[in-house]
């Protein structure tokens, strides 16, 4: 079956400073990958998708993502982060073997300090 | 704009009542999904449609139902409600094809009393 792991529950980071958000999957075949963000009281927004091709994935909001088939993660990033980008962060894995569903992640809450 | 449409942001029900949490989407997707969230527990999916009167049942089915009469529409249905179903209830749709990602409606918060 394939799965998502977020590693850190929590990260922190000031404000301009770079951000990662980190996660690794295991899937059987050929990942399909996602990240999403959730504020407060909201539903999950797309931010981003790896499907095939270049290993950076750009999306929204400044926000891009590293894909490494070798580690078997898809780390998100965002060269300068704003406070704004405080939200709680979920990768996605698509699971064809499974009626198409999307496996989560835990989630990791992100905290950008002013 | 794409759309996926919770009937209810808030919900206060009493324990044993019988509970629906509709969804519509309005981009004609095949596939559509109920997820429950809990604080360190991420999204656990309790049922997915890929079809209309198409149902299967995911990680955390029980004590829940479903019903797709109509592509558009999805609903949740609580048969007798236990405080142990309070949370935080996500609809979301998507395609079929294996490279499209899923859009959420903004949620349920559900509380059991």
């Known amino acids: 079956a394939q799965s998502v792991a977020q590693p850190e529950d929590q990260v922190n980071v000031a404000e301009g400073n770079p951000l990662t958000v980190k996660c690794t999957y295991s899937?059987?075949?050929?990942?399909?990958l996602f990240w999403y963000v959730q504020y407060p009281n909201r539903g999950l927004q797309f931010l981003l998708k790896?499907?095939?091709?270049?290993?950076l994935v750009k999306g929204s909001y400044g926000f891009e993502a590293e894909f490494n088939k070798s580690q078997t993660s898809f780390h998100l990033k965002k060269p300068s982060a704003l406070v704004s980008d405080s939200a709680l962060y979920f990768c996605?894995?698509?699971?064809?073997?499974?009626?198409?569903?999307?496996?989560f992640g835990p989630g990791t809450r992100l905290s950008v300090l002013p | 704009d794409v759309k996926v449409t919770q009937s209810s942001r808030y919900l206060v029900k009493r324990t044993g009542e019988k509970v629906f949490l509709e969804c519509v989407q309005d981009?004609?997707?095949?596939?559509m999904f109920w997820y429950r969230q809990d604080p360190g527990l991420g999204l656990r999916l309790i049922y997915f449609s890929y079809d209309v009167k198409m149902k299967e049942k995911g990680d955390i089915p029980e004590g829940y139902s479903v019903s797709r009469e109509k592509k558009e529409r999805f609903s949740l249905i609580l048969e007798s409600a236990s405080t142990n179903q309070t949370s935080m209830y996500l609809c979301?749709?998507?395609?079929?094809?294996?490279?499209?990602?899923?859009?959420f409606g903004q949620g349920t918060r559900l509380t059991v009393v």
């Open positions: 996605a894995v698509r699971d064809y073997n499974y009626g198409q569903n999307f496996v």
């Open positions: 981009m004609d997707h095949e596939n």
């Open positions: 979301a749709s998507s395609r079929t094809n294996i490279d499209t990602e899923a859009f």
């Open positions: 790896y499907i095939t091709g270049d290993n």
């Open positions: 899937v059987s075949g050929n990942p399909y």
